[in-house]
């Protein structure tokens, strides 16, 4: 039972991700879906989704008994799942609240025009985390049903 639970959260996340990356890279829908899908709302609620389907997906790999590879990319999956939504408010957060204390014209004055660190994180790192995760996971299921 947890193992359907495991792969079913984990194939949402996967589809949650593909539409996020092509609705970001601007592949075309129809114009009615394209209008609902490009809104803030959709990201917001994607986000809030996607992070809390990797929160559910990492407790419920750390609580697997099998201490076994697809484990170790189950962890990697949920946790750079769950990274990629608080790295992105952590940015925004972050780059407002240095213009707060120290002036708006801050970041201009580093040098770094914005915040740097939690932008490579959402943006770089945990996407390729969760691309990482999520190759090795299905690989991993093929291969153990083959078996």
């Known amino acids: ?18 539409v996020v990356v092509a609705i970001m890279a601007g592949i075309s829908f129809a114009p009615t879906v394209k209008g609902f899908l490009a ?3 959709f990201l917001i609620i994607s986000g ?6 990797g929160i559910a997906l990492l407790v419920l790999a750390i609580k697997k008994k099998e201490r076994n590879r697809l ?5 990697l ?6 990274g990629i939504p608080v790295s992105a408010v952590l ?7 240095f213009i707060y204390w ?3 014209d801050f970041w201009e004055k580093t040098g770094l025009g ?17 691309l990482a995760g999520a190759v090795g996971s299905v690989v991993l299921f093929f291969k153990e049903e083959k078996c």
Do not use: Q
């Open 1 to 18: 039972m947890k193992e359907k639970l495991i792969r079913s959260i984990f194939w949402t996340l996967v589809g949650i991700f593909i």
């Open 39 to 41: 809104g803030g709302w």
């Open 48 to 53: 809030i989704l996607f992070f809390s389907l």
């Open 71 to 75: 484990r170790k990319f189950l962890i």
């Open 77 to 82: 999956t949920g946790a750079a799942a769950a």
């Open 91 to 97: 940015h925004n957060f972050i780059y407002g609240l």
């Open 102 to 104: 120290f002036g708006a």
């Open 114 to 130: 914005d915040e740097p660190f939690f932008f490579i994180m959402a943006t770089v790192v945990c996407p390729l985390g969760f």
